[in-house]
C-alpha cells in the first residue's frame, strides 16, 4: 500500500475516534493509537498531521459538507463516512499540494473499504459538489 495511501486511513481511522471519544484524545491519539498502529514514521507524522488539522478546521469541514448533501440531514451520516468526508473536504480545502482527483478517488475507496456498498457513490456525489463550492468560490 502507499504510504499516503495509508496515512489517510489512518488519519480517517483517527478522526473517527476523535468524533467517537472527543477532541481530549488529540493528545494521546499518535502515542496511543499510531505508534501501535504503523511502524513507519513518515506515514504515522503523516497521518497526524492530517488527523490534527482536519480536526481543527472541522467546523468549516462540516459546514462545506452540509451544504453539499441534498437531502441528507449531516446528523444522519454515520461516522465512518463523517469521518472520511472531513478528512477528504479538509484535503480538498486545504492541501493544494494533493491534486483533487487522488482525495476524491481515494475517500471513494476508503468508503468502499470501511463503509456500506452506496458510500462509495454517496462520497463521490458529496465531494464532487463540495469540490465545484471551492472552484466557485476561487473564481
Known amino acids: 500500500m502507499d504510504k499516503r495511501t495509508k496515512a489517510r486511513e489512518l488519519a480517517m481511522q483517527a478522526l473517527y475516534q476523535l468524533n467517537v471519544q472527543g477532541s481530549e484524545l488529540l493528545e494521546r491519539l499518535y502515542d496511543d493509537f499510531l505508534v501501535e498502529a504503523e511502524k513507519n514514521d513518515f ?25 453539499s448533501t441534498i437531502r441528507w440531514q449531516f446528523s444522519r451520516l454515520s461516522p465512518v463516512d ?6 477528504a473536504v479538509y484535503q480538498l480545502k486545504f492541501c493544494p499540494d494533493i491534486p483533487p482527483k487522488v482525495v476524491i478517488n481515494e475517500a471513494i475507496e476508503l468508503a ?10 454517496f462520497v463521490n456525489g458529496v465531494l464532487d459538489a463540495v469540490l465545484k463550492k471551492l472552484e466557485n468560490r476561487a473564481l
Do not use: H, M, P
Open 82 to 87: 463523517k469521518s472520511i468526508l472531513r478528512l
Open 43 to 67: 506515514v504515522r507524522k503523516l497521518a497526524f498531521d492530517w488527523t490534527r488539522e482536519a480536526w481543527e478546521n472541522i467546523q468549516q469541514c462540516d459546514k462545506l459538507i452540509t451544504d
Open 112 to 121: 468502499k473499504k470501511f463503509s456500506t456498498e452506496k458510500s462509495g457513490s
